[in-house]
């Protein structure tokens, strides 16, 4: 089945304590993106890469870092996680970076994450 | 840069009944529209979109929308909701001009279903 897995669906942390949530897409995607949803702020983007290597900041970057070695893979890391990063997390991919008719976001099921 | 309007936050409609929710979008050209829908504990699904063409799109679950250009519109509808349409509704901009393909999302509307 096509689709975007992210882990941990549900995580609690420390201020200051390292994580990494992880973003993984089967559909050969070239174009892969974070966003924080946070209440009555819809969907914000934090970084967004068009492919392997390329990493690009969003609207909301600061406190956040990505890598993209693999295509598949999009891991979002939280250096030094503080309370203001508690939001809810989603990954998206789409064919190409391109806009196209045949290319749309494909998301994951989200990430809740508090910090404490 | 483009922009995406969503003036109700929420929006409360009997079952059966038709539903509108509201989008507009600043762009100094043609955007690319985009209708998702989140359901609770769920990821965003794409309902339909708008690239080119015919002005009035038709989606999945019997959802439609209408890119008015002359109101910088592009309105979501179903002539019947029912109980399972609740869910909470995301427009979304994308600039074909722009080089970095950006998708906008707007704040989003909550739908709430009365039985």
């Known amino acids: 089945e096509a689709q975007v897995t992210q882990n941990p669906r549900y995580l609690i942390t420390v201020t200051g304590k390292k994580l990494t949530v992880t973003c993984s897409q089967n559909m050969n995607h070239e174009y892969m993106s974070w966003y924080r949803q946070d209440p009555g702020l819809g969907l914000r983007q934090i970084y967004y890469?068009?492919?392997?290597?390329?990493?690009d900041k969003g609207d909301v970057p600061e406190g956040y870092k990505v890598s993209r070695k693999e295509k598949r893979n999009f891991p979002l890391i939280l250096e030094s996680p503080s309370p203001n990063q508690t939001s809810l997390y989603f990954c998206?991919?789409?064919?190409?970076?391109?806009?196209?008719?045949?290319?749309?976001?494909?998301f994951g099921a989200g990430s809740r994450l508090t910090v404490l | 840069a483009q922009s995406v309007t969503q003036p109700d936050i929420h929006i409360t409609v009997s079952e059966g009944a038709s539903l509108e929710l509201r989008c507009n979008y600043s762009y100094g050209a043609t955007p690319y529209l985009f209708w998702y829908v989140q359901s609770p504990g769920q990821g965003l699904q794409l309902l339909l979109k708008y690239f080119s063409g015919d002005t009035l799109v038709q989606g999945i679950k019997g959802f439609e929308a209408e890119f008015k250009r002359s109101q910088s519109s592009f309105n979501l509808r179903k002539p019947s909701v029912h109980w399972s349409d609740a869910a909470e509704y995301f427009c979304?901009?994308?600039?074909?001009?722009?080089?970095?393909?950006?998708?906008?999302f707007g704040k989003g509307t909550r739908l709430h279903i009365l039985p």
């Open positions: 890469s068009m492919n392997v290597e390329v990493t």
């Open positions: 979304a901009v994308g600039a074909p001009l722009n080089r970095d393909d950006k998708i906008i």
């Open positions: 998206a991919s789409s064919l190409a970076a391109v806009l196209s008719g045949a290319n749309v976001l494909t």
